[in-house]
């Protein structure tokens, strides 16, 4: 069973705190992707990586950073958290470029 | 994740009934599209793909429908039953090398009545 998880379900941060979303992928994909997700706004990719050590930013990346390290993790980097970035965030994986995603079960993420 | 319905339009059908979910795209040079539904609490999960030299594919109790003419899509879902309740997404992708783009529909809510 085929499967991409994320190190936390919940999490709850301070302002100004350095936050690290972690993402795993057992398919050995190539892409992976970052997105928030925020109600009436859908999925917005934040930044993706085609390979290790290579990522292109996407849609909303003001605020955030990636490291991927190796093929099958891929970490989101919020060096100083804002209450902004209270959302819900996907890390998504494909074989194929933006072809079909293999998504995790999100991170919901609070910034008091 | 539990709070992506809010805000969203609603298709409210009776179980045993076929749905139709619509998803008016931006861009007529987009390439590839992909349904994607997403239940309470998890992530969003493929449903069916087609490439825009199609008009039609069908998978299990799912067809996807694509009119270019009018940037149109649509995800059929027959015989409706309670585990379809979710939220539905379109995506549209643009393949152009180092330019390609996804762009996800803000996504319908489907709830399935007994």
């Known amino acids: 069973d085929v499967k991409v998880t994320q190190s936390s379900r919940y999490l709850v941060k301070r302002t100004g705190e350095k936050v690290f979303l972690e993402c795993v992928q057992d398919m050995d994909h190539e892409n992976m992707f970052w997105y928030r997700q925020d109600p009436g706004l859908g999925l917005r990719l934040i930044y993706f990586?085609?390979?290790?050590?290579?990522?292109e930013k996407g849609d909303i990346p003001e605020g955030y950073s990636v490291s991927r390290e190796k093929k099958e993790r891929f970490s989101l980097i919020l060096e100083s958290a804002s209450t902004n970035q209270t959302s819900m965030y996907l890390c998504?994986?494909?074989?194929?470029?933006?072809?079909?995603?293999?998504f995790g079960p999100g991170t919901r993420l609070t910034v008091l | 994740g539990e709070s992506v319905g809010l805000h969203l339009p609603t298709l409210s059908v009776q179980e045993g009934d076929n749905s139709i979910i619509n998803c008016a795209y931006s861009?007529?040079?987009?390439?590839?599209f992909i349904w994607y539904k997403q239940e309470s609490g998890k992530g969003p999960q493929f449903i069916i793909d087609i490439r825009s030299n199609m008009d039609k594919r069908q998978g299990q109790r799912v067809t996807v429908l694509l009119n270019k003419t009018v940037k149109h899509l649509s995800l059929q879902i027959a015989a409706t039953q309670p585990g379809d309740s979710a939220v539905y997404f379109c995506?549209?992708?643009?393949?152009?090398?180092?330019?390609?783009?996804?762009?996800f529909g803000k996504g319908i809510t489907l709830s399935v009545r007994p």
């Open positions: 861009n007529s040079a987009s390439d590839y």
């Open positions: 990586s085609y390979d290790v050590k290579m990522k």
């Open positions: 998504a994986s494909s074989r194929v470029s933006y072809n079909e995603q293999f």
């Open positions: 995506a549209e992708i643009l393949y152009t090398g180092a330019n390609s783009k996804l762009t």
